[in-house]
Structures are given as structure tokens and as C-alpha cells.
């Protein structure tokens, strides 16, 4: 049986290994991007992941909450989770079925999280 796939992206590398790291120990395959653009091609070419765990500050052109609307909209039945330590996001703000942790976020949380989104 293949674990639930996650993309993580973060553009600090250090919270990206840590975000990995915690996620992979829950029972969780990752892949990393550290942009929108990569993200989005990874999402063009792997069509087993499940979930995408990204942060709102990223680089380059697109943030994260473009990022997530455009996930919703090109593949709805991906979940997503969004992360931010410098703004706070209403559920409102939110696209459909999206979760939003601040940071420093929750592990365990995150975990339960996770693992709710998933068979």
C-alpha cells in the first residue's frame, strides 16, 4: 500500500526540512518545491499527490493563496493547506475544503490534520 502523497512548499529551506521531516514521520511521501512555478509543475506531472501543504510567502510571481486557488481550480480534488507566520487567513479567505495554520504551527495538529484528508 503507497503512503498519501504531500507536496510541501516553502521557500526557507530550513522550515522545509522541517516540515518534511515531521510529515514523512506521520507516514507521509513528500515532495518539495521551494515556489509556486515548481509546485505547479510537479502537479502537472504527478498525478498521485493528495494534498499540498504550502506556505503564503513564496517567491517569484504567484503567493500561496494564488497558488492554492489555482490548484482548486485546475485540480479540485487535491486538499490543501496553506501556512503563513505573518498574516492570518479567515476561513472566508480560504478556497473550498482549504485549512490555514499560522506559524509557528501546531505538529500534532497539523498531523490530525493530515491525516483527516486522507482514506
Known amino acids: 500500500?503507497?503512503?498519501?502523497?504531500?507536496l510541501i512548499v516553502e521557500d526557507e529551506p530550513?522550515?522545509?526540512?522541517?516540515?518534511?521531516?515531521?510529515?514523512?514521520?506521520?507516514?507521509?511521501?513528500?515532495?518539495?518545491?521551494?515556489?509556486?512555478?515548481?509546485?505547479?509543475?510537479?502537479?502537472?506531472?504527478?498525478?498521485?499527490?493528495?494534498?499540498?501543504?504550502?506556505?503564503i510567502d513564496l517567491p517569484g510571481g504567484m503567493d500561496g493563496m494564488r497558488l492554492a486557488a489555482e490548484i482548486r481550480d485546475r485540480w479540485p480534488p487535491i486538499e490543501l493547506i496553506l501556512t503563513s507566520g505573518h498574516v492570518k487567513v479567515s476561513d472566508a479567505e480560504l478556497p473550498?475544503?482549504?485549512?490555514?495554520?499560522?506559524?509557528?504551527?501546531?505538529?500534532?495538529q497539523l498531523i490530525r490534520t493530515l491525516r483527516s484528508l486522507t482514506p
Open 1 to 6: 500500500m503507497s503512503r498519501p502523497l504531500v
Open 96 to 108: 473550498a475544503r482549504g485549512h490555514f495554520f499560522s506559524k509557528p504551527y501546531d505538529a500534532g
Open 14 to 55: 530550513l522550515l522545509r526540512l522541517l516540515a518534511v521531516s515531521l510529515i514523512e514521520e506521520a507516514g507521509f511521501d513528500t515532495l518539495e518545491a521551494s515556489s509556486a512555478d515548481q509546485a505547479i509543475a510537479f502537479l502537472e506531472t504527478d498525478a498521485h499527490i493528495q494534498i499540498v501543504f504550502t506556505d
